[in-house]
């Protein structure tokens, strides 16, 4: 069977599986709001999510061992299309327009992409000590950044947890295609990919009190970015066709990126519309204190009917 579509095949299982695990975590998110960590430390429903992401983890690493960087990252983005029908059906409501559209784009543009990234044979470079060491230090520096600024504090934590999620992905691929011999780059390699994959857990999981739709969009589209550069740059990666494929590629990213932005905007509205009017509790009106016995009104009925002839001009007295 061709590598690409093994890939192909294992990334979409892990796209799903990390779907239904974002969902749980922010539906815990939501329920025990920020500084919750130790709360969920202690919930046997967050450890199922850490499950979870563990088996997607698994099927992504299996993905990254037959298809590059350039192929199987991208694939992540379906990790949102995923999330929306599972989001909705979490909430008890059925997928917005929007979000059919997003998911459209979505998809069309990670359609136009495949063809160009896929090499048909499996990835046979890897990343040396040094570089690895280099692409750490890089990584921890921009996600320093990221999560130390004061604005953005949610969206920022989901960026520096696509970004360790994109370095983790890359080194992976590096222990998968190099073997698992039991040598110093593996120890120090290895090392980096188990920080990485926890440093990314825990700042998604910060990020996602925030909300899903935004945090999960920036995540999916920083992951893939940080893993295409360092495989552009540092693997030999390369985008199929020439100059138009490169303009198709750099087309297709745009249509993806629209999509999820879609997505984006359709989740934070779907999150933030007010409840509809006969969810919310009437309040009922309080009867007034009674001070004494209700008497009847009298009601004076004149025997003519006042008539005014002339006007009648009024004037105050002075002080």
């Given at each position: 069977m061709n590598a690409t579509l093994?890939?192909?095949?294992?990334?979409?299982?892990?796209?799903?599986?990390?779907?239904?695990?974002?969902?749980?975590?922010?539906?815990?998110?939501?329920?025990?709001g920020r500084g919750g960590l130790r709360r969920l430390l202690a919930q046997g429903a967050w450890w199922s999510t850490v499950g979870l992401n563990s088996g997607a983890a698994l099927l992504h690493v299996a993905a990254l061992k037959f298809g590059p960087l350039t192929l199987v990252q991208p694939l992540g983005a379906l990790t949102l299309v995923a999330a929306v029908p599972l989001g909705a059906?979490?909430?008890?409501?059925?997928?917005?327009?929007?979000?059919?559209?997003?998911?459209?784009?979505?998809?069309?543009?990670?359609?136009?992409?495949?063809?160009?990234?896929?090499?048909?044979?499996?990835?046979?470079?890897?990343?040396?000590?040094?570089?690895?060491?280099?692409?750490?230090?890089?990584?921890?520096?921009?996600?320093?950044?990221?999560?130390?600024?004061?604005?953005?504090?949610?969206?920022?934590?989901?960026?520096?947890?696509?970004?360790?999620?994109?370095?983790?992905?890359?080194?992976?691929?590096?222990?998968?295609?190099?073997?698992?011999?039991?040598?110093?780059?593996?120890?120090?390699?290895?090392?980096?990919?188990?920080?990485?994959a926890v440093a990314g857990l825990l700042l998604s999981q910060t990020a996602y009190t925030g909300g899903l739709g935004g945090p999960l969009a920036v995540l999916t589209l920083a992951n893939p970015l940080a893993a295409a550069a360092i495989g552009l740059v540092l693997l030999d990666e390369r985008v199929h066709g020439g100059p138009a494929g490169v303009a198709l590629a750099g087309l297709g990213a745009v249509v993806a990126g629209r999509g999820v932005v879609l997505l984006t905007r359709a989740a934070h509205r779907t999150a933030t519309e007010p409840p509809p009017p006969e969810s919310l509790p009437q309040a009922r009106p309080e009867p007034l204190p009674a001070t004494g016995p209700l008497m009847p009104a009298k009601v004076i009925i004149p025997a003519e009917p006042l008539t005014v002839t002339e006007p009648v001009l009024v004037i105050a007295p002075g002080r």
């Amino acid at each position: 069977m061709n590598a690409t579509l093994i890939a192909v095949a294992l990334a979409l299982l892990s796209a799903v599986a990390y779907a239904t695990a974002a969902v749980a975590q922010e539906r815990l998110a939501a329920r025990t709001g920020r500084g919750g960590l130790r709360r969920l430390l202690a919930q046997g429903a967050w450890w199922s999510t850490v499950g979870l992401n563990s088996g997607a983890a698994l099927l992504h690493v299996a993905a990254l061992k037959f298809g590059p960087l350039t192929l199987v990252q991208p694939l992540g983005a379906l990790t949102l299309v995923a999330a929306v029908p599972l989001g909705a059906r979490a909430a008890g409501r059925r997928p917005t327009p929007d979000e059919w559209r997003g998911t459209a784009l979505t998809l069309v543009g990670l359609g136009a992409l495949l063809p160009l990234t896929a090499r048909g044979s499996a990835p046979d470079a890897t990343l040396g000590t040094v570089a690895a060491l280099a692409v750490a230090a890089v990584v921890l520096a921009l996600a320093a950044l990221l999560t130390l600024g004061r604005r953005g504090r949610g969206l920022g934590h989901a960026a520096a947890s696509g970004l360790t999620s994109g370095a983790a992905s890359a080194l992976t691929q590096t222990l998968t295609v190099a073997g698992l011999a039991l040598t110093w780059r593996f120890a120090v390699v290895g090392g980096l990919v188990a920080g990485f994959a926890v440093a990314g857990l825990l700042l998604s999981q910060t990020a996602y009190t925030g909300g899903l739709g935004g945090p999960l969009a920036v995540l999916t589209l920083a992951n893939p970015l940080a893993a295409a550069a360092i495989g552009l740059v540092l693997l030999d990666e390369r985008v199929h066709g020439g100059p138009a494929g490169v303009a198709l590629a750099g087309l297709g990213a745009v249509v993806a990126g629209r999509g999820v932005v879609l997505l984006t905007r359709a989740a934070h509205r779907t999150a933030t519309e007010p409840p509809p009017p006969e969810s919310l509790p009437q309040a009922r009106p309080e009867p007034l204190p009674a001070t004494g016995p209700l008497m009847p009104a009298k009601v004076i009925i004149p025997a003519e009917p006042l008539t005014v002839t002339e006007p009648v001009l009024v004037i105050a007295p002075g002080r």
